[in-house]
């Protein structure tokens, strides 16, 4: 076969691996192990080349660690519970879990075609009854260390999926699956106390060096941390029940500057007014149809009510403070109440100038002479930054200058002093609400007594399963009615009781599924010498959209896990080392109809003309978007099943590593993958024409070619090691023209490309393993050992010199690094290109620039 055939050598590689064992995960405690695991995917039924890009960039490092002696633990699973399942159960009148296997079944087959160095053997879902019902003895375990709890709280709503979301799941007010509107509710629901761990969490982020700075800044900023003044304005003439309005701020050096007070709708003062008050009801009912995400609160309208009721300010008991119920303030952070001071604090000053209150300043710019507009002469708020100087004309510091910092501590240091409250340290982070109100989730294992209470189920009782005999006719949990499943004696009595219906959030499935992989079969959540041996995660990857809400509660949960007993200590950290990869893009081709709306046209629907790029059917010109997001709805998708039928899966991986950096965004074009595909034919084509034929004998470059052989070994593994993979490639690509253009013997010749086997085998693993076999490469190239550059092969001792006559590039020659300028003209003038220029004459100048360039002029 002269030509490069995927689909011929793809499949007999796979096979070749499967059968020898290949990608087998085993513990060795002789030998070092790499954990590598990219994030896994939803089965939603098709991958992406997305998906591509992600397991390629594992597939190269685990292979390579491999061939590097490394025992390597490289797993795949399905992150599968979730409301799109119940969604399309509810569309199609089948089953959720029919829906996920047979998904998970189809991506299962459109992955393994990439040749993805994956142990499958450790394959589960975490929809596995194996897999939740582990979770489940972790949720008895962490109940009973007092790691999680129950409480009424007030919630985002989703009334189209039914279901409570957290505030990270609310995009814009609406739900992030369903696009309804949120509104807010108070429930009873289960927390981890995952706020207990706020400090550990946050000063264990400065150990995470191999993390992205960008990352543990968004964690850093979501835990929150800050000093801030508790204090209470005690209430004038309220409700028997309250006497005072508790408040937490972080600027209390703006308390001199306070305009009025906001409550939560939800606070108990709130509630307790709107008993007897129709029109406060009916505006926190308002309210609480907004969701609880602190982005729709900041851009929505601004609303407050006048309760009508007053406070004292704690300076001065003849000032008078009006107390508001507000829709931009929720109940669980800080107290629920604020005291507002619009001159330093837009939100407030919005609010302020539209109830017509007084605007105070309490401090102004530090400079006299600066242009500046008070808020209370129309300017806008003054916020400068707390590090900025200020001066304080208003307030516990005099007249002087001091930073936003210097005036927090002076006012809590005079509060404190005053009998006004006391200086705490909080922290945004507030504890993680697990229960979601649907089927398709890790049942919570507990039943409701009337006489015992909240009851744990019995471990030897689990899993407890999800029935099968559901209908989602109904809108709602079908937990909820459910019998036959939801009545059961309780384990504690006997009586007859209630299982707990809602079922957990899916983010608890994937905060723990990296240490399930360490023994995924195991009756136990892990088996210590297993989880000992492979964790911590070396090498995790994934989107930087989980920045936050993943990653935080994965760490969070590898300590619960610890503190049960489920992981060792070292592994309260889980992932060693975080990469966050960029997105495969497309461009768009769109037309517009006769109202101007855009008409999107599949890549296979357009053409490139000399005019331009038009509609093959109809010439007509088409508007391309460049770079832009791969969306269905746009038509600008690559589909990887396409690629991998019409070019093999090594192109596909080739194009994904090489055109840019892993952690940007790489663009996908049609001509990029045709020049992928043309050049790893270039390479097969070289492998073949040597085994065939052999090249011509002599040798002359033969030690030329040694020592490109090294650097290129050394350069393509400092690539690898770096994460800088399209560097790595292209090395490879240079590696490839030196051994087409030396001139040296065809063992040489042979071994060089044997080394190229190797070095491509972590990017295109079967055209390596075909190069490996044609040129006599012992066994399997994804078995051989990594190549190893012989120091004393780096250091160059000839200098390669471009020739230049007449000011343009003809030629070059290489020199011995030491050479006199007498040996280097003598080589020059005897050069092909030169002779030619010259016709016989000597050059008017000949210009050597020591080991830079030589300049003939003719």
């Not at 309220?238 to 703006?254: I, K, L, M, Q, W």
């Not at 800080?334 to 837009?346: K, L, M, N, R, V």
């Not at 040296?744 to 490996?772: C, Y």
Request: glycine share 8%; proline share 7%.
């Amino acid at each position: 076969m002269s030509r490069l055939n995927p689909s011929e050598i793809e499949p007999k590689w796979q096979a070749a691996w499967d059968e020898a064992g290949c990608f087998a995960a085993v513990r060795d405690p002789a030998k070092p192990k790499y954990y590598v695991l990219e994030m896994f995917p939803y089965p939603s039924g098709r991958i992406h080349i997305g998906h591509v890009r992600n397991y390629t960039m594992g597939d190269v490092i685990a292979r390579y660690k491999s061939s590097c002696g490394f025992s390597v633990l490289h797993p795949m699973g399905w992150d599968a519970f979730g409301m799109p399942a119940e969604n399309a159960a509810m569309a199609s009148g089948g089953h959720p879990k029919d829906w996920t296997y047979s998904n998970i079944a189809d991506m299962r087959d459109q992955m393994k075609p990439l040749g993805l160095s994956i142990d499958w053997s450790r394959e589960f879902a975490t929809c596995d009854p194996e897999y939740y019902a582990q979770q489940q003895r972790m949720f008895i375990d962490m109940l009973d260390a007092g790691l999680i709890y129950r409480k009424a709280a007030v919630v985002n709503w989703d009334p189209v999926d039914m279901t409570v979301l957290a505030n990270e799941q609310v995009e814009q007010g609406r739900g992030w699956r369903s696009g309804a509107l949120v509104e807010r509710r108070e429930l009873t629901q289960w927390f981890f106390r995952i706020s207990d761990f706020a400090e550990e969490l946050l000063e264990a982020l400065d150990g995470l060096e191999n993390w992205p700075e960008k990352v543990r800044l968004m964690q850093a900023n979501w835990i929150g941390k800050s000093r801030g003044l508790q204090f209470a304005f005690s209430l004038i003439d309220g409700p028997a029940s309250h006497d005072r309005v508790e408040v937490y701020t972080t600027r209390p050096d703006t308390l001199m500057g306070a305009s009025f007070v906001g409550i939560s709708p939800d606070h108990p003062l709130a509630k307790a007014l709107e008993k007897d008050n129709p029109e406060i009801a009916a505006f926190c009912a308002e309210c609480r149809r907004m969701g609880t995400s602190e982005e729709e609160l900041e851009k929505a309208e601004k609303k407050g009510f006048d309760t009508g009721l007053r406070v004292r300010h704690p300076f001065d008991t003849a000032w008078e403070l009006p107390v508001y119920i507000a829709n931009f303030i929720l109940l669980d952070y800080g107290t629920g109440a604020i005291f507002g001071c619009p001159a330093h604090d837009a939100r407030d000053l919005e609010f302020a100038r539209k109830y017509d209150l007084p605007v105070t300043s309490t401090y102004a710019p530090a400079d006299p002479a600066a242009e500046f507009v008070a808020p209370e002469a129309g300017g806008e708020a003054y916020v400068p930054l707390k590090s900025e100087k200020v001066r304080y004309v208003k307030g516990f510091a005099g007249d002087e200058l001091q930073t936003g910092e210097q005036g927090i501590d002076t006012a809590i240091a005079a509060c404190e002093e005053a009998g006004v409250g006391r200086g705490v340290t909080k922290f945004r982070l507030r504890d993680w609400g697990l229960s979601r109100q649907r089927y398709w989730g890790c049942p919570i294992p507990v039943v409701h007594c009337s006489a015992c209470g909240v009851v744990p189920e019995k471990r030897e009782n689990l899993p407890v399963r999800l029935p099968d005999d559901v209908s989602f006719d109904l809108p709602g949990n079908p937990l909820d009615r459910h019998p036959t499943w939801r009545d059961v004696p309780c384990p504690s009595c006997g009586a007859p009781a209630k299982r707990e219906t809602d079922t957990m959030d899916t983010f608890v499935d994937s905060s723990w599924y990296f240490a399930r992989f360490t023994a995924p079969h195991a009756d136990t959540p892990t088996i210590a010498e297993e989880a000992d041996y492979w964790m911590n995660v070396d090498q995790y990857i994934g989107g930087i959209e989980h920045a936050i809400l993943h990653l935080l509660y994965s760490r969070f949960f590898a300590r619960a896990m610890h503190l049960t007993g489920h992981l060792p200590e070292k592994s309260k950290e889980p992932f060693e080392a975080l990469f966050t990869q960029g997105m495969v893009t497309h461009e768009i081709y769109l037309t517009r109809d006769e109202n101007g709306r855009p008409v999107y046209h599949l890549p296979e629907e357009v053409e490139r003309t000399e005019a331009g790029v038009v509609v093959k059917a109809t010439g007509e010109a088409v508007e391309v978007v460049p770079s832009a997001k791969m969306s269905k709805s746009k038509k600008n998708v690559v589909d990887p099943v396409e690629i991998v039928a019409s070019y093999g899966a090594d192109t596909a991986r080739w194009f994904v590593m090489s055109d840019s950096p892993p952690e940007r965004d790489v663009e996908w074009t049609a001509a990029g993958a045709e020049a992928a595909f043309k050049h790893l034919g270039r390479v097969y084509r070289i492998a073949f024409e040597l085994k065939e034929a052999g090249a011509p004998e002599g040798g002359a470059e033969d030690t030329a070619l040694e020592r490109a052989t090294h650097r290129a070994i050394a350069d393509v593994t400092e690539g690898i090691e770096g994460f800088a993979f399209n560097t790595s490639i292209a090395k490879l690509y240079g590696f490839t023209n030196t051994i087409a253009k030396y001139k040296a013997s065809a063992g040489a010749r042979a071994q060089a490309m044997r080394v190229m086997a190797q070095l491509m085998s972590p990017m295109t693993p079967h055209l390596a393993e075909e190069v490996w076999s044609m040129l006599g490469g012992e066994g399997l190239v994804a078995r051989a050992p990594w190549p190893k550059a012989d120091p004393a092969m780096l250091v160059e001792d000839t200098v390669t010199l471009p020739i230049q006559i007449n000011g343009k590039r003809r030629g070059e020659i290489e020199v011995a690094k030491d050479a006199d300028k007498a040996t280097v003209e003598a080589l020059v003038l005897a050069h092909d290109a030169v002779v030619k220029a010259l016709d016989g004459g000597q050059p008017k100048k000949l210009i050597v620039v020591p080991g830079r360039i030589v300049n003939v002029v003719a």
